[in-house]
């Protein structure tokens, strides 16, 4: 299933306490959107996210950030972007 198609858009805005890191925003996504939103990003009974599924910060791979410890501004963007592979 598509993340539009769980979140019912395309783009949105959230309010976040200030000294939000990415976990806690995933936590508020998911309180707002259930299980669908869960079982999309996380491996069954982890709090890994899928291999296919790219955090970004300001068009940053939260990988090269502080991962999912990364600390959000306001104003930032945050984005989760599935992989696609061709050949």
């Known amino acids: 299933m598509e993340l539009k198609k769980i979140c019912g858009q395309r783009e949105f805005e959230l309010p976040i306490p200030q000294g939000s890191t990415v976990k806690d925003l995933l936590s508020l996504m998911i309180n707002k959107w259930g299980d669908p939103l869960a079982t999309h990003l996380y491996k069954p009974g982890s709090d890994s996210i899928l291999p296919h599924i790219r955090l970004m910060v300001n068009g940053r791979s939260i990988e090269f ?3 999912m410890e990364t600390v959000l ?4 963007e945050f984005q989760m972007l599935p992989l696609v592979a061709g050949g």
């Open 73 to 76: 501004q306001d104003g930032d």
């Open 65 to 67: 950030l502080n991962g």
